[in-house]
């Protein structure tokens, strides 16, 4: 019976991974929370003066839905609440949603887009509280999209390492073209802890 009940607890920690979640092989497995931005007004800036504002209001807001805001949701989320990367400093998958110019001066930027490099350090845990977003669709002179603004304000509350609790606030716009799918292409982002 000992060897039977031994056995079974061997598979059952085979099975299960190690067992109890957490750290398994030295890396922590917690998800990020769960977060959506709430989207605001979808402004329309049309350049051609006879464009039916209808048809591009229509395009714009199936644009921003389909298209931008699960780019923005992307950022927050590899950026500030996902602990497999603020536990270990490393924002990869962050980077790639920006093209150009805008790449290099997002990791120039790091501290400020981000929880930050050191954040393992300081941080325990981040629940995100609320965020919105205020967009504003350019179409060029064929009526295509051609850039879109995104005016940001995420909140969040950290606890950190000593037990206390700071609140997060990063705001600021996004600037996003189409390139090879929508990327940022410039931004002026503000963080307030």
């Known amino acids: 019976p000992v060897a039977l009940v031994a056995a079974g607890v061997v598979l059952i920690l085979v099975v299960s991974g190690g067992g109890g979640g957490g750290v398994v092989d030295g890396t922590d497995d917690e998800a990020a929370p769960p977060f959506d931005f709430r989207v605001g007004r979808v402004h329309v800036e049309r350049v051609v003066a006879d464009a039916d504002t ?35 400093g490393d924002y990869e998958e962050f980077f790639v949603l920006f093209a150009g ?14 929880l930050g490099t050191t ?22 002179r064929d009526n295509n999209p051609d850039t879109v603004t995104a005016r940001v304000r995420f909140y969040a509350t950290a606890e950190l390492s000593d037990g206390t609790f700071v609140s997060i606030v990063s705001a600021g716009q996004l600037f996003l073209q189409d390139r090879d799918g929508w990327k940022v292409v410039a931004f002026d982002i503000r963080r307030n802890d």
Do not use: K, S
Request: glycine letters at 6%; proline letters at 4%.
């Open 54 to 88: 209808d048809a591009l209001q229509t395009e714009a807001e199936t644009l921003v839905a389909e298209d931008i805001t699960p780019v923005i949701d992307e950022l927050w989320t590899d950026g500030f609440l996902d602990p497999a990367n603020w536990r270990q």
């Open 119 to 140: 954040a393992g350090d300081e941080y325990e845990r981040l629940t995100p509280d609320r965020g919105g977003i205020a967009y504003t669709v350019l179409f060029d």
């Open 101 to 114: 110019d805008a790449a290099a001066a997002a990791q120039d930027n790091v501290d400020v887009l981000t």
